[in-house]
């Protein structure tokens, strides 16, 4: 029996519909689960307002996808950046008093960032003890350039950090290479979405160009047991449906995806 559940994200990047109204139609798809992006932007309505919301109506909140505005400063070495990291120790904070079991962060935003380096580490290690003094997991994802992940893995001591693994920014800034092997058993998340390598499109899985079966196969490998979460957007040539429709295909093709398990 396959007991993976299903996830999918409310995107304040949809258009035509505010958060309200796309949590409504994730509701009405299906969906049990979500996870919320909590960015700390001027959101109407705010993130505080959708995470009531999304509770009154008895949606599950697998983990909160925190913001990444500066997280650059925190590789350079003569920058304080005591604030930023107080700034992600309260958000987790929050997190812990709202039940929801794990954050999700980058490590770089933007093509380029400062050389990863010891710094970068000790500030990293201070927010990961944090969360774990609270029983928070932290999943730091693949974005757009290679070699973090790898480093923080390795030199960041604590069981309570793996990675989220996001199929699109692999295919569309990976190339598809991506060394499944070194974090075998290290991967806490995902956010499944599509592209056709042109750009971080952020498309229902199989309106793409990615092979699916080879990612499924890697992640199997790699001992993946969580959720089969689902990072879409709802624009551009999915605005030819409703809201209503974009979020039932995607929960299909969710249910599609976990059976790919099997």
């Not at 992006?37 to 008895?58: C, M, V």
């Not at 730091?140 to 960041?156: A, C, M, P, R, S």
């Not at 092979?211 to 040539?237: A, F, H, M, S």
Request: glycine letters at 4%; a neutral charge.
């Amino acid at each position: 029996m396959n007991n993976r559940q299903i996830a999918v994200v409310v995107s304040n990047s949809n258009k035509n519909a505010n958060a309200i109204q796309t949590i409504n139609a994730i509701k009405n798809a299906g969906f049990e689960n979500v996870f919320i992006q909590w960015y700390n932007r001027n959101w109407k309505p705010t993130q505080e307002e959708q995470l009531k919301y999304i509770k009154q109506i008895g949606l599950n909140v697998i983990f909160a996808h925190l913001g990444y505005e500066n997280i650059n400063d925190i590789w350079i070495e003569n920058k304080i950046v005591d604030k930023l990291i107080e700034k992600y120790k309260n958000d987790i904070k929050i997190c812990k008093q709202n039940n929801i079991p794990m954050v999700i962060m980058h490590l770089t935003s933007s093509n380029k960032a400062p050389k990863y380096n010891k710094i970068g580490i000790k500030r990293l290690q201070e927010i990961a003890d944090y969360a774990q003094s609270l029983n928070i997991k932290i999943a730091f994802e693949n974005t757009k350039i290679k070699g973090y992940l790898d480093y923080v893995i390795e030199n960041i001591d604590n069981e309570n950090v793996g990675i989220c693994f996001d199929s699109g920014h692999y295919h569309v800034h990976f190339n598809d290479e991506f060394d499944f092997n070194k974090f075998k058993n290290r991967i806490f998340a995902v956010h499944f979405h599509d592209n056709d390598k042109t750009d971080d499109s952020h498309l229902i899985p199989f309106d793409g160009t990615l092979n699916w079966e080879e990612t499924i196969k890697n992640l199997k490998q790699c001992n993946y047991e969580g959720p089969v979460t689902l990072e879409l957007v709802y624009r551009n040539d999915y605005l030819k449906i409703s809201i209503e429709e974009f979020y039932k295909k995607g929960y299909e093709i969710g249910n599609k995806l976990k059976n790919m398990f099997i």
